[in-house]
């Protein structure tokens, strides 16, 4: 029985099938997600989980190289946005792009969506994922 880490089989089995420059997505309540992208819902009630939370959770096992969110975020809810840069060193790549290319498009490139209770419009971060720090390099 797993009693650390990503406790959620399907997020930590998930997990451990991407690769560097793979793409998943934390998305509030309310993203709309085609039915060929795998979701893991984890919502309970509005607000719970936060995306904010999730995403704590999910960086402290996963290397990040880039994020993405939409435009919607910075106009529709900036402290939201705030929040999620917090999160990143400044030499984590950081991409704006209109609502319609990350519902429409980068929802179908994701592996997969964790699915949140947050009814903080606009929640949504897609995280690529990075060879990370724990990769050996001679030079």
């Not at 029985?1 to 406790?7: A, D």
């Not at 509005?46 to 910075?74: C, G, M, R």
């Not at 999160?87 to 969506?113: G, I, N, Q, Y």
Request: hydrophobic share 40%; charged share 25%.
């Amino acid at each position: 029985m797993t009693e650390t880490g990503i406790l959620n089989r399907e997020i930590a089995a998930e997990m451990a099938r991407t690769g560097h420059t793979d793409m998943i997505i934390i998305a509030d309540a309310g993203l709309a997600v085609p039915n060929t992208t795998k979701v893991i819902d984890l919502s309970l009630a509005p607000n719970l989980p936060t995306a904010l939370q999730v995403l704590d959770e999910v960086l402290k096992h996963f290397s990040v190289e880039k994020i993405i969110y939409s435009q919607a975020t910075v106009d529709v809810s900036p402290t939201r946005e705030q929040e999620f840069l917090s999160r990143f060193d400044d030499c984590v790549e950081r991409e704006v792009v209109p609502h319609p290319v990350l519902r429409d498009e980068l929802t179908r490139k994701a592996k997969f969506v964790i699915r949140t209770g947050d009814f903080t419009a606009n929640s949504n971060l897609v995280l690529v994922s990075a060879g990370g720090p724990r990769w050996y390099c001679e030079k």
